[in-house]
């Protein structure tokens, strides 16, 4: 996955690099190339980056299907098959659920284009990893929404991770250039109130 995302990059580089050498070219050409060199060297350029970006949708492709999306965690398909294997579970018992809502994410796409709408939504999802444990599901199923199926939790861990995630967020912003907030809303499956998952879902969702 972390490997897709690298050469997905180095896809962006390598169309950018084909593009400024194209453009130093056709500045240049007055200044001694010959024609047939010229137009050689025009169709290599545009070839470079016709691969380049068909090497790019096919990375797209292959992280998406994987069942990731661009935020670097799982997609709605992979959540929905998640939450219908734990609806045919035996039972819910202590399982929680945290759903997230990051705001701001329309301004920052409007204003500074989606680019960097992706690297703010890549930069929340990079602390919601950071809370998670062997038993945590994180995904992410809106343009802004992230969900994390906690199992065999209790509410003070669920407490506990918000906690941690408001923690790292205040002192990323103290630096950052896109400061990051978000709603949260969570609840637990117990033997003192028990919720089948979709019910235990729609209570965190109310509560965020």
């Known amino acids: 996955m972390e490997k897709n995302k690298i050469i997905l990059r180095l896809c962006y580089t390598e169309f950018i690099i084909f593009a400024g050498v194209l453009a130093t070219m056709i500045f240049h050409f007055r ?116 969900m994390i199926i906690q199992k065999n939790t209790t509410w003070s861990q669920l407490e506990q991770m918000n906690i941690r995630l408001q923690t790292m967020i205040d002192e990323y912003n103290q630096t950052a250039d896109h400061p990051l907030s978000y709603a949260v809303g969570y609840d637990l499956s117990c033997k003192n109130h028990y919720y089948l998952i979709m019910d235990l879902l729609k209570t965190a969702d109310q509560k965020m």
Do not use: P, W
Request: glycine share 10%; charged share 20%; with cysteine.
């Open 31 to 146: 200044k001694g190339f010959g024609k047939s060199f010229f137009t050689l060297m025009i169709i290599a350029m545009l070839a470079g980056c016709g691969v380049s970006l068909a090497l790019k949708d096919y990375l797209k492709s292959i992280i998406q299907s994987s069942g990731f999306d661009v935020a670097g965690v799982h997609n709605k398909k992979a959540l929905e098959k998640r939450l219908q294997q734990l609806q045919e579970a035996d039972d819910t018992l202590n399982t929680g659920i945290m759903m997230f809502d990051l705001n701001n994410l329309k301004m920052i796409n409007d204003t500074y284009g989606h680019e960097e709408g992706d690297v703010f939504i890549q930069t929340f999802a990079s602390f919601l990893t950071r809370i998670l444990t062997k038993d945590s599901y994180l995904a992410r199923f809106g343009g802004d929404e992230f």
